[in-house]
């Protein structure tokens, strides 16, 4: 099992901060964005942007990462702190 | 890490405080800090903003960025403080303070960690106006901040 | 000048009051402040120095180069304090502090201010030690990072 | 009159902080430089230094300057300030 996070305008667009998705491991960020997408249309227009961001058990990644199971995965837009 | 001090939280802090901490080690004469505070939008319309962040991962992320500060400057103390939370207009968001020998390695230490921490640390802002809620959008002038330090390293390393 | 505090004394000042005076103006969100202090050489003689100044041109050369700063970037308050005198080991001796609205500015800026007070402003150290009392010479370094200003200059005025 | 003023180990070297110089306007600051070295050997060495800077009425100047009647002449080593 894989727990999937969401943050900012992204958690707020898809109406929830987090869920688990099974049988995900050995395949890559972009296949979860993928598998996602196919939620619903909405799914599907939110993570297609170019500019979500993902994090691997807390560590910035790029969307090729190959996730592990029990990896915590998290989405984000571009952050803006500081 | 030693000498290094990360705090996430919605408290405020002292920059007087923060920074006697880090000018009290007597190897070190050379103090800088970075303040940031929430100021109001051009449109005048700005009343307050709410910082998100990913509290599993904000101090781990500070935390890399400040070692990787360390890897190329001699630093003394470091402090990172980010608030989270409502911050109303001209409260304190952001401390960066940094030690060193050198003036030049606290400068560009100091704005290296807020550089990095603009554009790797996951915070997020929403800012509420009168006209209503928005969420801030990344910079691509914060972007191009943290990749000039890449082409920096970049220079050196040929240099090596 | 307008929002320029300069001042050459010999009284201690308060990091944290300077910082909030140059917070305290609502337009400008980022303060960056520079610190320098007295420290031991390295061969841990040393036991205070003696800052010695040209009084009648000491405000004006630090006003002609904060004034040179506002030229190249948009700031807020600066604040300038240089210590003179008799100080000992550990205390402050001098104080850079600039608000801006944005960070890179107010960090260049103070640099900017920092370089050039140590390479053009009439201030001498003498350094009292165990061993005796010894003029500092001036740096290579210093001089230097004062003037890799100029060639920042030249190059953004052959892009203009 | 041209009022000349020096500081740091120059002021302590030389033993004076101030000299007073007749009749030197229209000179250049290199100029007034060669007349007071020939005050002594000491002086000679001291001032014949490359280092030595110059303000005129609390300006940096070159040492090209041309210095005017009345002026406040300053000669000092290179500043160890900050």
């Given at each position: 099992m894989i727990k999937v996070l969401f943050f900012a305008v992204l958690r707020e667009r898809l109406g929830t901060s987090e869920v688990a998705v099974e049988d995900f491991h050995g395949s890559t960020v972009a296949d979860l964005i993928q598998h996602?997408?196919?939620?619903s249309l909405k799914w599907h227009q939110?993570?297609?942007?170019?500019?979500?961001l993902a994090a691997v058990n807390q560590q910035l990644v790029s969307h090729t990462y190959v996730i592990e199971a029990g990896d915590e995965v998290?989405?984000?837009p571009p952050v803006t702190g500081g | 890490m030693q000498n290094v001090k990360i705090h996430v939280y919605e408290a405020n802090f002292d920059v007087g405080e923060e920074y006697r901490y880090l000018a009290d080690d007597a190897k070190f004469g050379a103090v800088v800090t970075f303040t940031g505070l929430v100021r109001e939008l051009q449109s005048g319309k700005l009343?307050?903003?709410?910082?998100?962040?990913?509290?599993?991962?904000?101090?781990?992320?500070?935390?890399?960025?400040?070692?990787?500060a360390q890897e190329r400057w001699p630093l003394g103390r470091v402090t990172v403080i980010h608030r989270?939370?409502?911050?109303?207009?001209?409260?304190?968001?952001?401390?960066?303070?940094?030690?060193?020998?050198?003036?030049?390695?606290?400068?560009?230490?100091?704005?290296?960690?807020?550089?990095?921490?603009?554009?790797?640390?996951?915070?997020?802002?929403?800012?509420?106006?009168n006209d209503g809620d928005y969420w801030v959008t990344a910079k691509t002038s914060d972007e191009q901040a943290a990749q000039r330090w890449q082409a920096n390293k970049d220079a050196l390393d040929n240099e090596g």
């Open positions: 996602l997408e196919q939620r939110e993570l297609a942007s170019q500019d979500v998290a989405f984000f | 009343t307050a903003m709410t910082l998100e962040h990913y509290p599993a991962m904000t101090e781990k992320a500070l935390a890399a960025i400040v070692s990787e989270v939370g409502r911050l109303t207009l001209n409260e304190q968001i952001v401390f960066v303070g940094v030690a060193s020998a050198h003036r030049n390695a606290a400068f560009a230490a100091a704005e290296f960690i807020m550089d990095f921490l603009k554009t790797r640390a996951p915070f997020w802002k929403k800012e509420h106006t």
